[in-house]
């Protein structure tokens, strides 16, 4: 089975704080994703990864940035919390190569204060 | 704009009855559709996926149709039972062999009263 880990289930910050949320992946997959969670809104794409150093900007990626210095690994990085960005983080990943399957992560529920 | 719409924000269907949930898009680039089901607290777990060269796929209990003409897909659940409450997130994708992102609806939740 596919495992999607995420380093926080919950996670309280203070406005202007840097966060850092990770993501592992244990499945070699190409591609990596990091949405967020809000009532009525869905889930919306902050941004996602091809390959390993590669990103591409989602729906949603003011404010975020990303790092993918290993294959397995996607960080999300809030650069200066607000609370606008309280939500639930979620990231996935994919394998490509013409399985469109996203497997998710359980989530970090952020709260910025 | 939206191009996945789940217009029905809520369902409620009783226990061991069918459950319908509908899902319409726009892009007709889409060529792959997805369900998936999300408990509370939890990431999105994948249900079941069609092909744009089929119009059903089966899989135990759930069944998607998709009808390309009228841009319009479906998740039947027969019988529903308590542990499918849950929201139901449809997704599609424009190909490139999955290495594009999944565009997703906003989700409808569904309750199955015993």
């Known amino acids: 089975d596919v495992k999607v880990t995420q380093s926080s289930r919950y996670l309280v910050k203070r406005t202007g704080e840097k966060v850092f949320l990770e993501c592992v992946q244990d499945?070699?997959?190409?591609?990596m994703f990091w949405y967020r969670q809000d009532p009525g809104l869905g889930l919306r794409l902050i941004y996602f990864?091809?390959?390993?150093?590669?990103?591409e900007k989602g729906d949603i990626p003011e404010g975020y940035s990303v790092s993918r210095e290993k294959k397995e690994r996607f960080s999300l990085i809030l650069e200066s919390a607000s609370t606008n960005q309280t939500s639930m983080y979620l990231c996935a990943s994919s394998l490509g190569q013409g399985r469109y399957e996203q497997y998710f992560g359980p989530g970090t529920r952020l709260t910025v204060t | 704009d939206q191009q996945v719409k789940q217009n029905s924000p809520s369902l409620s269907v009783q226990e061991g009855r069918i459950s319908i949930l509908n899902c319409d898009y726009t892009n007709s680039m889409f060529d792959y559709f997805l369900w998936y089901k999300k408990y509370p607290a939890e990431g999105p777990t994948f249900l079941i996926s069609i092909s744009s060269i089929k119009d059903k796929n089966e899989d135990g209990r759930f069944t998607v149709f998709l009808n390309k003409s009228a841009k319009h897909l479906s998740l039947h659940i027969v019988p529903s039972q308590p542990g499918d409450s849950a929201v139901y997130f449809c997704a599609a994708s424009a190909g490139n062999s999955g290495n594009t992102p999944l565009v997703f609806g906003k989700g409808t939740r569904l309750s199955v009263i015993a």
């Open positions: 990864s091809y390959d390993v150093k590669m990103k």
């Open positions: 499945m070699d997959h190409e591609n």
